[in-house]
């Protein structure tokens, strides 16, 4: 049974910090490389973010400096730690593992507005 699920979305001011989740099932998570990525209102889906098995990270540079993500390989799970959020980041927010075929969570919405 495969499982992505996110979280963690919500309203923030800009400058704030938001942590992400995104708890999967085993069999597209051990040993297979995950992403988030996000969708503004009216634009395509972006990457974000990518870690590796090793877990070696990657960035775009619109939010390097800003976020770090983690993956907690004994609880299954992809993290994204936002920080100094700023109102452009203001999207769905998705987590995809890139498993044979790939799976994609549902979005979670980050709201960055004062």
């Known amino acids: 049974q495969v499982r992505l699920v996110a979280s963690g979305g919500g309203l923030v001011q800009p400058g704030g910090s938001l942590t992400l989740y995104c708890a999967a099932s085993e069999n597209i998570f051990r040993g297979v490389i995950m992403d988030w990525f996000r969708q503004a209102p009216g634009k395509e889906k972006d990457w974000v973010a990518t870690i590796d098995s090793a877990k070696v990270p990657y960035y775009s540079d619109s939010v390097k400096g800003r976020f770090t993500v983690i993956r907690d390989n004994n609880a299954n799970t992809l993290i994204l730690q936002m920080n100094n959020l700023r109102p452009e980041d203001t999207a769905d927010y998705y987590c995809?593992?890139?498993?044979?075929?790939?799976?994609w969570g549902q979005g979670t919405q980050v709201t960055v507005s004062s």
């Open positions: 995809r593992s890139r498993s044979v075929p790939d799976y």
